[in-house]
């Protein structure tokens, strides 16, 4: 019996050259955002807002008449939802966020589910071996309502067999 070589796939994010314009890319599992989850994000980044934090508070203003869901913590878990699929271990840096707009809340119990598609691919002026992308991510909760979009430019390490840039180890 001869020996095999084990097969191991590591999980990471795309290369550069990978990316194509236009391309949807389904991000799951969504992930379940529960009381403790907003309570801590907006306790931890200092946010004092009531309809975060204050039941009673939100109970007694229309029109939602509950806490609304952190808008920061709905878009940092859009982008995190994304991560494992499009940029883990290969970016560089995100170089900037527009077009943030948060169409309807999300509340404790939704579920976030999340798309992208990259909208522009260029290679990096300043830095060979690298290139940018630029995403346009969407959530949606469990009923199909867009609850946030947002772009996100990034700067991406092209992969080490098309490029004289070392991937790391």
């Known amino acids: 019996m001869s020996e095999r070589s084990e097969k191991r796939v590591v999980q990471r994010g795309l290369w550069f050259d990978e990316f194509e314009i ?13 009381e ?10 200092m946010n004092t807002q009531a309809l975060h934090l204050d039941a009673a508070f939100s ?12 808008s920061m913590f709905t878009l940092s878990t859009l982008v995190g939802l994304s991560v494992a699929q ?4 290969t970016i560089v840096a995100n170089l900037g966020f527009s077009e943030i707009a948060f169409p309807k809340p999300l509340f404790h119990g939704d579920t976030l589910y999340a798309e992208t598609v ?13 290139g940018i992308v630029t995403f346009a991510h969407t ?17 991406v390490r092209r992969s080490p067999t098309s490029s004289s840039v070392e991937a790391p180890a």
Do not use: C, M, W
């Open 36 to 45: 403790a989850d907003n309570v801590l994000f907006t306790t931890l980044t």
């Open 59 to 70: 109970e007694a203003l229309p029109p939602f008449h509950q806490r609304l869901v952190n």
């Open 139 to 155: 959530g949606r909760n469990q009923h199909g309502d867009i609850v946030a979009t947002a772009t996100r430019k990034t700067l």
């Open 118 to 130: 990259v909208t522009d691919l260029r290679e990096s002026k300043s830095r060979p071996g690298e």
């Open 22 to 34: 236009g391309v949807v890319y389904e991000h799951r599992p969504g992930r379940t955002i529960t």
């Open 86 to 89: 499009l940029t883990q271990g």
